[in-house]
Structure formats: C-alpha cells, structure tokens
C-alpha cells in the first residue's frame, strides 16, 4: 500500500514538474517573440545594413552574421562587447541619432542607429 501512495505522489510529482517546463518554454518563447530580430553583417569594414530604424522603447536583438570576433561598440548605450556569431540584446530607450562601430577594424567601421 504505501508503495502505491508514493507512486501516486510521484506521478503526480511528475505531471506538475512537466507542466512548469513546458509553461517556462512557452514564456521563453513569447519573449523571443518579442524582440525585434536584426541582422548585423560586417563585411570589408562596412556594416551591412549600415543605417538601422527603429521605434523607441523596442527590444531589439542584433544578430551578429560574422564568426570573426570583433568589439561592437554602441557608447550611447553603454555597450561595448566582443561578438561573433551571437547576439546582443537591448532597449531602444531614448530617441536620436545613434553611431555602432567596429573597434578592431582596420578602417572605421560605423553605422547609424535611428530611433524615433
């Protein structure tokens, strides 16, 4: 008898536990959803696009294109860090004008971010 009740509680154990992963995946997912996803190439010390617009307050996810690391830098924002083939997430949370760059390229790479 007392085998049957511990198997009962661990189904039961069980069956709450699979709910809780599946509902954190769901928010996982929604949250990606959420972001606005873009795509950041840097090829021969041009980025690719260059001029990015966006509404303020948007979640934005640059997707980093290239495997060779370089320091994206975004000083409007605070952000200065090594990427390759990642990516970066932020808040559009003040309007303006805004210069990214590549700091390791042999040329001045630089690219707008409009936020509006």
């Known amino acids: 008898m007392k085998w049957m009740i511990a198997l009962i509680i661990l189904l039961v154990f ?3 536990t699979r709910e809780i992963v599946e509902e954190k995946e769901k928010i ?15 090829n021969n010390d041009l ?8 509404k303020e307050n948007t979640r934005i996810k640059f997707q980093f294109m290239n495997t060779d690391k370089y320091t994206f830098s975004l000083p409007d924002y605070g ?16 309007k ?3 210069t990214f760059e590549c700091f ?5 790479a630089t690219g707008i971010l409009r936020v509006v």
């Open 96 to 98: 303006g004008t805004f």
């Open 14 to 16: 069980t069956s709450c």
């Open 47 to 54: 980025f690719e696009p260059n001029t990015i617009e966006v």
């Open 79 to 94: 952000i200065a860090e090594k990427v390759s083939n990642n990516h970066l997430e932020f808040v559009t949370n003040k």
């Open 28 to 42: 996982m997912v929604e949250e990606e959803e959420n972001f606005e996803v873009i795509e950041l190439r840097l």
């Open 104 to 108: 390791d390229c042999l040329n001045s």
